[in-house]
């Protein structure tokens, strides 16, 4: 996960468009009837394409849990980070949820069917966990729950979200794949990495095999570099060790954009060396 800037709402979205406010007004009226508090609202807005095509552009098609690039198999879940029509607190399901924030711009956010879903994984012969976000929403001890549009302002989320939080005071990654919360300097594991990492599923053992294997290819580009530095080093004056050095370095650099996958887990593995340069 990285940090993401979201960018402004589609036109289409804005509070002042018709649609939007009736689909808003509509849902209001229909949660103040007690007889709907454990029905859920038919929303439609954040379904609709040009909602999908603008947050696909802010993550460049990659979901904003993972990092993996969905849309080569898929099409993209749009991910309410407060869910709209259930929460789960304290292992029971309660209705309603966060209706009044479901084609709110800054409560959408891509996801993968892995990180959005609940399934099952086997972690070992005799382990096997269920993990993905569903309906989960977990808040800071003594937080208070929202019930109604503006008290969320309030709310002290567990989650990371990568348009709010920086992940990588949170989330920290090794060169095997594997994602573990950052500790203090009193060796406290980030409480919100720790919840993140269950509830989006970022442990997955798929996951963890693919960044694993990303890693492999920017520790190889890491040797490459140095390689190609030690000739810039002992024939500084020929044109074609500089040249290979410059190319080999972009090579490694591109792993970190935020158009790649991983980049995160690829920032982590390369900030020192290339600080060294």
């Given at each position: 996960?990285?940090?993401?800037?979201?960018?402004?709402?589609?036109?289409?979205?804005?509070?002042?468009?018709?649609?939007?406010?009736?689909?808003?007004?509509?849902?209001?009226?229909?949660?103040?009837?007690?007889?709907?508090?454990?029905?859920?609202?038919p929303f439609q807005i954040y379904r609709e394409q040009y909602v999908k095509s603008a947050i696909e552009r802010a993550f460049h098609k990659k979901c904003a849990y993972c990092e993996t690039r969905y849309i080569v198999a898929q099409p993209v879940d749009v991910e309410h980070f407060r869910p709209k029509g259930a929460v789960i607190v304290e292992g029971k399901t309660?209705?309603?949820?966060?209706?009044?924030?479901?084609?709110?711009?800054?409560?959408?956010?891509?996801?993968?069917?892995?990180?959005?879903?609940?399934?099952?994984?086997?972690?070992?012969?005799?382990?096997?966990?269920?993990?993905?976000?569903?309906?989960?929403?977990?808040?800071?001890?003594?937080?208070?729950?929202?019930?109604?549009?503006?008290?969320?302002?309030?709310?002290?989320?567990?989650?990371?979200?990568?348009?709010?939080?920086?992940?990588?005071?949170?989330?920290?990654?090794?060169?095997?794949?594997?994602?573990?919360?950052?500790?203090?300097?009193?060796?406290?594991?980030?409480?919100?990495?720790?919840?993140?990492?269950?509830?989006?599923?970022?442990?997955?053992?798929?996951?963890?095999?693919?960044?694993?294997?990303?890693a492999k290819q920017i520790l190889a580009q890491i040797e490459r570099v140095k390689e190609a530095s030690l000739n810039v080093r002992d024939y500084p004056g020929l044109a074609r060790f500089k040249n290979a050095l410059r190319r080999e370095l972009k090579v490694l650099k591109d792993f970190r954009k935020p158009t790649m996958e991983y980049a995160a887990l690829a920032r982590q593995l390369t900030d020192e060396f290339l600080k060294s340069l």
């Open positions: 996960m990285i940090k993401v800037k979201r960018g402004r709402a589609p036109r289409e979205l804005s509070n002042r468009t018709l649609t939007v406010k009736t689909e808003r007004e509509l849902a209001l009226r229909f949660h103040k009837m007690k007889a709907n508090l454990k029905k859920e609202f309660k209705k309603p949820a966060y209706y009044w924030l479901a084609s709110e711009w800054t409560n959408l956010l891509p996801s993968c069917i892995r990180c959005n879903r609940a399934n099952k994984y086997k972690i070992s012969k005799k382990k096997t966990v269920t993990m993905g976000k569903k309906n989960f929403f977990p808040l800071d001890a003594g937080s208070p729950r929202a019930t109604k549009p503006g008290d969320e302002k309030k709310e002290k989320p567990l989650l990371l979200n990568p348009c709010i939080d920086d992940p990588r005071k949170h989330l920290e990654f090794t060169s095997d794949g594997i994602v573990r919360p950052v500790e203090n300097k009193r060796g406290q594991a980030s409480q919100k990495g720790t919840e993140s990492i269950f509830i989006y599923a970022l442990s997955r053992p798929d996951l963890v095999q693919e960044r694993a294997e990303r």
